[in-house]
């Protein structure tokens, strides 16, 4: 049984450019969340999603940040015309359901540099 | 809005000796985790405890629950430098949405 799966490990963007997160959550696990993590800091949560709804997004900046979760494939969390200050490592965790009383797992998270 | 403080940020320690990490919430919560970040890496989950007076101890490591004071411990028993890496409790809130909600983290260093 694979764990959560993100994808890229590392990402490079230019100021400017679009980048793309993938996370693929635990198989049966229909609940999915982003993290974001800068710097020598905790995980700051960012949106928590199930298949095709967005449940709380309170933590996505206002501009430039969408999440989905759709039917069939990845959740992408989706960062456009990124800027130095996206840099970080983002994390995405998956459970199995609303009240799972088991931990969310991480996956290996993403580590994007803007440059 | 739910406020997870750990204490101390930076833990400096000899091998062999005894110390605690602590975690104070400021809501209600029926569960707390406790998580390992190795540099560079995931996080590593070392426990989940769901209920007042939990207690689980793993190794070197015990947590503890008491849900009444919103606090949580993580106990390290004579520390060896394997243990060395950054500690996070994470609260669980429900308040309109759930989610984990960090604290800043504890920096472990084990010296020789």
């Known amino acids: 049984n694979a764990g959560v799966m993100q994808n890229p490990r590392h990402l490079v963007r230019r100021r400017g450019q679009e980048a793309r997160l993938r996370c693929s959550p635990m198989k049966g696990h229909s609940h999915v969340y982003w993290y974001r993590q800068l710097p020598e800091e905790g995980l700051k949560f960012m949106v928590y999603?199930?298949?095709?709804?967005?449940?709380?997004e309170s933590g996505m900046p206002k501009e430039r940040f969408s999440a989905e979760f759709p039917k069939e494939g990845p959740s992408i969390l989706r960062i456009q015309q990124v800027v130095r200050g996206d840099s970080a490592a983002y994390f995405c965790?998956?459970?199995?359901?609303?009240?799972?009383?088991?931990?969310?797992?991480f996956g290996q998270g993403t580590r994007l540099t803007v440059v | 809005e739910l406020k997870v403080e750990q204490n101390p940020l930076f833990l400096s320690m000899q091998e062999g000796k005894n110390y605690t990490i602590y975690c104070n919430y400021s809501?209600?919560?029926?569960?707390l985790y406790w998580y390992r970040q190795d540099p560079g890496k995931s996080l590593e989950s070392l426990f989940v405890l769901l209920s007042n007076g939990a207690v689980k101890q793993e190794g070197r490591l015990m947590a503890s629950l008491d849900t009444k004071a919103r606090l949580s411990t993580l106990h390290i028993t004579a520390a060896v430098h394997d243990l060395s890496a950054t500690y996070f409790c994470?609260?669980?809130?429900?308040?309109?949405?759930?989610?984990?909600?960090f604290g800043k983290g504890t920096k472990l260093t084990v010296n020789p």
């Open positions: 809501t209600t919560s029926d569960r």
């Open positions: 994470a609260v669980y809130f429900q308040g309109g949405s759930e989610k984990l909600v």
């Open positions: 999603l199930q298949k095709e709804n967005i449940i709380d």
């Open positions: 965790a998956s459970s199995p359901n609303r009240r799972s009383n088991t931990e969310a797992f």
